[in-house]
Antibody
Framework: EVQLLESGGGLVQPGGSLRLSCVVS????????MAWVREAPGKGLEWIST????????SYAESVQGRFAISRDNSRSTLYLQMNNLRDDDSAKYYC??????????????WGQGTLVTVSS | DIQMTQSPPSLSASVGDRVTITCRAS??????VNWYQHKSGKGPKLLIY???ILKSGVPSRFSGSGSGTEFTLTISSLQPEDVAIYYC?????????FGPGTKVEIK
């Protein structure tokens, strides 16, 4: 069974940092691009970042560019999101997801259950 | 950035009803649309990719259609377990963007 388990969320002050982790089991982790998506309270889903299977090509949403960094350790089947200079509007539930592609089509499947990040003084 | 809109924002229907959710893109995205179901307290689940391809294991009452700028998700016979928020998402270009969601409830 494929499982994605996020951790590392919590309460942090504005300007602070957190590192989220996503441990994956049940599929060939290094063969898949991975992504982070967040859901702020009362808002919809927002794509944050995607990283290819080799870990050397990443893309970011403008809202986190320069503050967040995605990385992965394929030997540990783990995806990371380093979040720096956090702001109130970064408060959200953060989900990791596998990014599947076929031809030019891409989709997220499966997803983890999420980890909650609260930025507040 | 490609903006995605959805209508209606919410709906309430009876068990067995046919339900249709519409998703519109701010520019043509051909068939690069996916649909997800998000139940409270869980991670989102993929229902349909490439506009109309049903993910294996998803009940056949779910279907997707459309191309260009207008897309639809249809539930042919609404079931109690379908209560969720449904999101469309474009994968035509970065940044990947989601619609605002449609909340589906049982009347």
């Amino acid at each position: 069974e494929v499982q994605l388990l996020e951790s590392g969320g919590g309460l942090v002050q504005p300007g602070g940092s957190l590192r989220l982790s996503c441990v994956v089991s049940g599929f060939n982790f290094s063969g898949h691009a991975m992504a982070w998506v967040r859901e702020a309270p009362g808002k919809g889903l927002e794509w944050i970042s995607t990283l290819n299977g080799g870990g050397d090509s990443a893309s970011y949403a403008e809202s986190v560019q320069g503050r967040f960094a995605i990385s992965r350790d394929n030997s540990r089947s783990t995806l990371y999101l380093q979040m720096n200079n956090l702001r109130d509007d970064d408060s959200a539930k953060y989900y990791c997801a596998s990014r599947i592609s076929a031809a030019a089509f891409k989709w997220f499947d499966p997803w983890g259950q999420g980890t909650l990040v609260t930025v507040s003084s | 950035d490609i903006q995605m809109t959805q209508s209606p924002p919410s709906l309430s229907a009876s068990v067995g009803d046919r339900v249709t959710i519409t998703c519109r893109a701010s520019q043509s995205i051909i068939s690069y649309v996916n649909w997800y179901q998000h139940k409270s307290g869980k991670g989102p689940k993929l229902l349909i990719y490439a506009s109309s391809i049903l993910k294996s294991g998803v009940p056949s009452r779910f279907s997707g259609s459309g191309s260009g700028t207008e897309f639809t998700l249809t539930i042919s016979s609404l079931q109690p377990e379908d209560v969720a928020i449904y999101y469309c998402q474009q994968c035509y270009s970065i940044p990947l963007t989601f619609g605002p969601g449609t909340k589906v409830e049982i009347k």
